[in-house]
């Protein structure tokens, strides 16, 4: 296939990704401003931190972080490139550029997904209609997804889409950990402050899995924990160990495929190897903020070699 | 509703004639539709525009905002051509493009057209389509025109016309074959009362024909891509649709370099040959070495691995010089010089209005006529004299006085009408066609039918999607 369209495909898979992560955190972000209104707007910017959009939001609105402004800057503001809006955009555009490549499924789910926003997203949204336009575009999602899981050729387009998939999953749940690493110290924990529990619920919604953390560890909250589930947990589908064993077996495919073993396939078993298969007291003890800072530069590292190792630009 | 018994109407209409009784192509249709619920049929229209939506089968208009993606209007009445009016119309244009493709191989050699006088020299020495580099060339197989689209005008039961040759990169075929799809799905009852000619195996004929062109240099299956100019062409979603119905690749210029004396595409696994490229940018974009030194659409070096017999180009560069209006009414003769025939389609009747003389004329009766650029398509620059103002038509005349070699005229033709489905009921409206026509070593393709395009306003006669006309399903009825 070309490059072009394999790039296409990464991107596609990525910014779909993405703008149903970015859903996400601000459903987080409307919940704990709702509770705690005398932190909202420090709430808020931490939001547009973790999304990397707090640079581009304050040149437009400056420190005025009320739930209102960030909520449609974050949602439909076309001069904001990670809006949602922007977003979903730069997702069709991208199907449409490798539309020989997706079934007629794919294609309709992400034309209609963008229909739909646009169509929701043409005036602000109230505050109260803003979580039924949140189910929205995460039901949008689902359904580029079904239709993907259910139509695609599992050949190198499907496994260019989904390193795109996990590659920006993983980003966004190492941000999520990146921006709020401080609250997972041990230090802090063991000072004996009384655990902040709406902070660790916020951090475990960002992902999806407040409920599947209860199921798994009971009533019992620890930073500890709550660090070991979103990094090593291998059956926590937004985990940064998921994320990497996917990658690791997508590009395994790839190198299967091709003749030779590319880099990026060395680099992503590498760190599975050396970053994922470690106990997470050995991860607190070498520093957990750093551990997360490597990891970010490590998977935007692994995105340059696939991009390079498969032609995706000249 | 259907009929409109004893109001003989001046324009053919070719549901009812004059407005008699139901011709006979369309009776088994008119049976159903009359026994039909027009709000059914009100919602399945609906139901198709919102299936063009999610399908994305839109066009770009240039100059409006990306965001901005235009559906062309879809009428749920098939256009219905009688198998013996389809086999007298596909006689015509086989021909015709039979004596389209020998006259570019003569333009391109001998020239015997214009030693023999029956064509002006200086129409093919001005001509702006003409390309010096193609003399002496020789294309692959010897074909030219790989894909032609020849525009077909009615006038009564027995009276068509030849109304434009399409031979650079005629489009359209995707809304034929989306057409027939979304009928299908609309009305399946329909296909199975009525015998209709099949036309989605299109796409397969293409590649078939397309690989039957493929180069000297080409070892084993032919590798065919189609060149597009990217997301923002107004025809990419034609591109991509044809791309993907052949499983051919979709390229674009800065996927595309010569390698080792090959035009190559950058795949995941490295540089890979192209054997036939469909391209559907103009040959001025396409090797910024030798043609545009600004084009970013195409492929620096192509031209030389084209002369050295290692790609094919469809259509051939230089065949635009074929569908030039000026050239267009030398047709007739164009045709008998090489297949010794009389043309089987008449032309329209045109004034070259680089002749003084018809130029005289043209300025005379201004207000009768149609007036054409002849470089010119997609309905832009031109006089509808009938339907124009006084002061439309001053304004013609005087850029016509200042550069009559710029134009041709026509007279105003009364087009034939086919009803489209309103809120008030039928109501006819004009229409065109245009046959998609495949040519190769193996033979000449016609796809039964073709694009209907029709005039949705009342009374007008211009059909372009630019313009705001939409299309039909064109059914060319089995024996």
Redesign the interface.
């Known amino acids: 296939?070309?490059?072009?369209?394999?790039g296409s495909l990464f991107w596609m898979a990525r910014y779909l990704e993405r703008s149903e992560n970015n859903a996400r955190l601000i459903d987080a972000g409307f919940r704990i401003a709702l509770t705690r209104s005398s932190t909202a707007q420090a709430e808020w910017r931490s939001v547009l931190v973790t999304a990397g959009q707090d640079q581009l939001f304050r040149d437009a609105h400056g420190e005025d972080y009320s739930s209102s402004r960030v909520v449609d800057f974050m949602l439909r503001d076309p001069a904001n490139p990670s809006s949602i809006l922007s977003v979903v955009k730069h997702a069709r555009?991208n199907a449409?550029?490798a539309?020989?490549y997706l079934t007629?499924e794919v294609?309709?789910a992400v034309?209609?997904s963008w229909?739909t926003l646009?169509a929701d997203l043409k005036r602000q949204v109230r505050e109260d209609d803003l979580p039924d336009t949140l189910t929205t575009i995460r039901q949008q999602s689902a359904q580029v997804r079904g239709a993907f899981a259910g139509t695609m050729l599992r050949n190198?387009g499907y496994n260019?889409a989904r390193l795109g998939t996990f590659l920006e999953r993983a980003d966004n749940t190492a941000r999520i950990l990146d921006v709020k690493y401080y609250l997972l110290l041990p230090s802090v924990a063991h000072i004996g402050t009384s655990i902040d529990n709406v902070q660790w619920e916020t951090i475990l919604r960002s992902v999806s899995a407040h409920r599947a953390y209860r199921w798994l560890y009971g009533a019992e909250i620890s930073a500890l924990k709550i660090a070991e589930f979103l990094i090593l947990y291998r059956q926590l589908p937004r985990s940064l160990a998921f994320c990497c064993d996917k990658m690791n077996s997508n590009l395994g495919w790839l190198h299967r495929s091709?003749?030779e073993e590319p880099e990026a396939a060395r680099m992503a078993s590498s760190m599975c190897r050396d970053r994922l298969s470690r106990p997470i007291q050995a991860i607190f003890d070498a520093g957990l903020h750093e551990y997360i800072t490597e990891f970010l530069s490590a998977n935007a590292a692994l995105a340059r070699q696939i991009e390079r190792d498969?032609?995706f630009v000249? | 509703m259907l009929r409109r018994k004893g109001q003989r109407i001046s324009f053919f209409d070719e549901m009812t004639g004059h407005g008699g009784d139901t011709r006979p192509p369309y009776r088994d249709f008119c049976d159903w539709f009359e026994a039909e619920d027009v709000a059914r049929i009100q919602r399945k229209a609906q139901q198709a525009e919102a299936f063009f939506r999610t399908t994305g089968i839109t066009f770009n208009v240039y100059g409006a905002d990306d965001a901005d993606e235009r559906l062309i209007p879809f009428d749920v009445v098939p256009r219905i051509i009688a198998a013996s009016e389809w086999r007298r119309l596909s006689r015509g244009i086989e021909q015709r493009v039979r004596a389209l493709n020998a006259f570019l191989h003569d333009i391109y050699h001998r020239q015997e057209i214009l030693r023999a006088g029956r064509v002006p020299v200086e129409l093919i020495a001005r001509n702006e389509a003409f390309l010096p580099m193609m003399m002496g060339m020789d294309p692959p197989g010897g074909v030219y025109t790989h894909i032609s689209g020849i525009d077909i005008v009615r006038t009564g039961a027995n009276e068509f016309y030849v109304l434009e040759d399409n031979a650079r990169t005629p489009s359209g075929v995707s809304y034929m074959l989306e057409n027939r799809e979304t009928m299908l799905q609309m009305f399946p009852e329909l296909f199975a009362k009525i015998d209709i000619c099949e036309v989605s195996d299109y796409p397969l004929n293409l590649l078939k024909s397309l690989a039957a062109c493929a180069p000297p240099a080409c070892g084993g299956t032919p590798t065919v891509a189609v060149l597009t100019p990217g997301i923002h062409n107004s025809a990419y979603f034609e591109h991509s649709f044809l791309a993907d119905q052949m499983g051919a690749e979709l390229v674009e210029g800065h996927d595309l370099r010569v390698v080792a004396g090959r035009v190559a595409m950058r795949t995941t696994r490295g540089y890979t040959p192209i054997d036939v490229l469909y391209r559907r940018v103009d040959d001025d974009f396409l090797d910024p070495l030798n043609f545009r030194p600004d084009s970013m659409l195409g492929v620096p070096g192509i031209w030389d691995v084209y002369r050295a017999g290692g790609i094919t180009i469809a259509n051939a560069p230089g065949t635009g010089i074929a569908d030039d209006k000026a050239l267009y009414s030398y047709m007739p003769d164009i045709i008998e010089f090489y297949t010794g025939e009389k043309a089987l389609l008449p032309n329209v009747p045109t004034w070259r209005c680089s002749d003084p003389e018809h130029l005289r004329e043209v300025l005379d009766k201004l207000p009768e006529l149609v007036v054409k650029e002849v470089h010119g398509s997609g309905g832009y620059g031109m006089l509808v004299g009938p339907a124009a103002s006084k002061k439309d038509i001053a304004a013609f005349r005087k850029k016509l006085e200042a550069n009559p070699g710029n134009y041709i005229a026509q007279p105003t033709l009364s087009l034939s009408t086919v009803p489209i489905f309103t809120k008030a009921g039928l109501a006819p409206r004009h229409v065109d066609l245009r046959p998609f026509v495949l040519m190769s070593p193996q033979g000449i393709r016609i796809t039964p039918g073709g694009l209907t395009r029709v005039a949705m306003t009342k009374g007008s006669l211009v059909v372009n999607s630019s313009q705001g006309g939409g299309t039909k399903d064109t059914w060319v009825l089995e024996d």
Do not use: I
């Not at chain 1, 296939?1 to 394999?6: D, E, F, H, I, R």
């Open positions: 296939m070309l490059g072009k369209t394999a555009d449409r550029t539309r020989t007629r294609w309709e034309n209609t229909m646009c190198d260019f091709y003749d498969f032609r000249e």
